[in-house]
Nanobody
Framework: QVQLVESGGGSVQAGGSLRLSCAAS????????MHWYRQAPGKARELVAG???????NYADSVKGRFSISRDNAKNAAYLQMNSLKPEDTAVYYC??????????????WGQGTQVTVSS
């Protein structure tokens, strides 16, 4: 099976920084798109950033200029560097990846999430 594990969450003051990590492991043939989503209490899960195998990225308007997504294909890992954090960034952040397994099956995979709390 394939699993994603996030790390790097925590509590910071407004203006601070955090770097989230996501590691995919298991019966992986190819990791395609990787993404970071977040969900605040009482709100829907939203896409924060995404990155293709080519390195093409996309960001939610609310985080452009502050967050940066990257990946290491050799490690099947993705990262989210978060700078100039704001209280409204407070949420559980989830890693997502579209993966082809060694049995040539394509599926979406999700991590368990990591809490990010930004105080004013």
């Amino acid at each position: 099976q394939v699993q994603l594990v996030e790390s790097g969450g925590g509590s910071v003051q407004a203006g601070g920084s955090l770097r989230l990590s996501c590691a995919a492991s298991g019966d992986i043939f190819t990791v395609y798109g990787m993404h970071w989503y977040r969900q605040a209490p009482g709100k829907a899960r939203e896409l924060v950033a995404g990155i293709r195998t080519t390195g093409v990225t996309n960001y939610a308007d609310s985080v452009k200029g502050r967050f940066s997504i990257s990946r290491d294909n050799a490690k099947n890992a993705a990262y989210l560097q978060m700078n100039s954090l704001k209280p409204e960034d407070t949420a559980v952040y989830y890693c997502h990846a579209y993966i082809q397994t060694t049995i040539r099956r394509f599926d979406n995979y999700w991590g368990q999430g990591t809490q990010v709390t930004v105080s004013s």
